[in-house]
């Protein structure tokens, strides 16, 4: 019964996704509080309610600017966020590209996570929002490998022309990009699924 007490924080997670719903975090890259990344999040939030819970991370504007000097005493804000990653089974970040490259906002976001292994073996999904979005796709997929995410081959999507694609109301308008995204998380759900099927060091 008090078997919890004795295993990792991985191992945790695992039995927790065993038992439990999944959880997922949507984080939005943009600063904005009403953007076209927020509404696909809350697409994907009711498309998925009742296998997963789906929550939205939309404060990404609030996160000071990463010092690693303030690592001894982080901010609140920081510790929320962080807290947020750790007890998600996986992550799906959408955000538009600003100026050829990602918003800083969300640069500023993963900077505030490179010294800890949050991300490490962590599924990830991403989503690029954009007119163009190429050089935000590449910049993304570099950073979140780098920081050793697990971004499943199908859970990475670009979205061009992505204004003309969601009506007034925050509504998908295009049924392509309803399955695209749609496949997206399940691809992320089947990895976390196979994940946590793995045995680890503990299973007899
Ligand atoms: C300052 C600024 C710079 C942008 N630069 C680019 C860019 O380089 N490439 C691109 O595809 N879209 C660019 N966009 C468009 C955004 O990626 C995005 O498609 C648009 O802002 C719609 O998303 P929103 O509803 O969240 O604002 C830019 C938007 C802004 C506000």
């Not at 019964?1 to 039995?15: E, P």
Request: with cysteine; charged share 25%; proline share 4%.
């Amino acid at each position: 019964m008090i078997s919890h007490l004795f295993c990792t924080r991985r191992d945790q997670t695992t039995l927790r996704a065993k038992m439990s719903t999944l959880k997922v975090l949507g984080i939005s890259g943009s600063t904005k509080s009403r953007s076209t990344s927020l509404s696909i999040l809350e697409f994907l939030s009711r498309k998925f309610k009742d296998k997963i819970e789906f929550k939205i991370y939309n404060r990404i504007g609030e996160l000071p600017h990463f010092n690693p000097e303030l690592e001894e005493d982080l901010p609140n804000s920081v510790l929320e966020l962080r807290e947020l990653i750790e007890e998600s089974d996986g992550i799906v970040f959408c955000t538009p590209e600003y100026v050829f490259s990602l918003p800083g906002s969300l640069k500023n976001l993963i900077e505030w996570n490179v010294s800890t292994v949050l991300f490490s073996s962590k599924p990830v999904a991403m989503i690029v929002a954009a007119a163009s979005g190429k050089k935000a796709f590449e910049s993304l997929e570099l950073i979140l490998t780098t920081i050793e995410s697990s971004i499943p081959k199908e859970s990475k999507l670009l979205i061009q022309g992505a204004k003309g694609k969601i009506d007034k109301e925050g509504n998908i308008t295009s049924q392509k990009t309803i399955d695209e995204l749609t496949s997206v998380v399940l691809s992320l759900v089947k990895t976390i699924e196979d994940q946590n099927r793995m045995p680890t060091k503990y299973s007899g």
